[in-house]
């Protein structure tokens, strides 16, 4: 079946840092590809997403791109603030399907 | 886009009782699903409620425990049934608007059992 792995954290780096969480994924066919985030005590929000290969989702100075070839759809950003300390959830879905979660990773920037 | 909104937001209960969960969306959606979060975890498929028709379970979910109801387009129940304190868990509820391949989630329900 499906699943998606992530690197395990917590990851914590200093603000401006340059920021890469590891996403892959095994399944069949070509889902489409999320990001989402929490927040401390919020619920779960889109970040950015991916629906085929090469795409590339951006939002709030993340990106990731789907690469069919390495079946990976890593989260990076440039200079990271103390308000992007979050868990961060790799996901991916076929139409209609629900969502197969990564693990989470959390990050923690500090000043 | 949807809104969704979930009722109630906490609760704490003891250990034998059920809580009922509502799930609204401000649009009529086809597919609804129900998550669960356990502490520190990622989020577990619970069920997927379509209008109309029985809900379908996840493998280690079972109706008599997690009953859910979808009695139209825009709302759902779930029901966490005899619970025991390893049934605290954020649930959630998310939906899938259209088939778009984006879903939206509510904002949770934190249950603590004692």
């Known amino acids: 079946g499906d699943s998606v792995t992530q690197m395990e954290g917590p990851v914590t780096l200093s603000e401006e840092a340059f920021l890469t969480i590891n996403c892959t994924y095994t399944a069949t066919g070509y889902p489409s590809l999320f990001w989402y985030v929490q927040y401390p005590g919020e619920g779960l929000q889109l970040l950015l997403k991916?629906?085929?290969?090469?795409d590339k989702g951006s939002n709030k100075g993340f990106e990731a791109t789907y690469r069919k070839e390495t079946t990976s759809f890593h989260l990076e950003k440039g200079s990271v603030q103390v308000s992007d300390s979050a868990v961060y959830f790799c996901a991916l879905t076929h139409s209609g399907y629900a969502l197969n979660f990564g693990k989470g990773t959390s990050l923690l920037v500090t000043p | 886009s949807a809104v969704i909104s979930q009722k109630p937001s906490r609760d704490i209960c003891q250990r034998g009782t059920s809580l009922t969960i509502q799930c609204q969306v401000d649009s009529q959606v086809t597919m609804m699903f129900w998550y669960r979060q356990q502490p520190g975890q990622s989020l577990t498929l619970i069920a997927t409620?379509?209008?109309?028709?029985?809900?379908?379970?996840e493998s280690g979910f079972v109706i008599d425990k997690f009953p859910i109801s979808r009695p139209n387009l825009t709302f759902s129940t779930l029901t966490v049934s005899n619970m025991s304190p390893e049934d605290s868990s954020i649930y959630l509820c998310?939906?899938?608007?259209?088939?778009?391949?984006?879903?939206?989630f509510g904002p949770g329900t934190r249950l603590t059992v004692l």
């Open positions: 991916a629906t085929k290969a090469d």
């Open positions: 998310s939906v899938d608007v259209d088939s778009s391949n984006e879903q939206f």
């Open positions: 409620a379509n209008q109309g028709s029985e809900a379908t379970y």
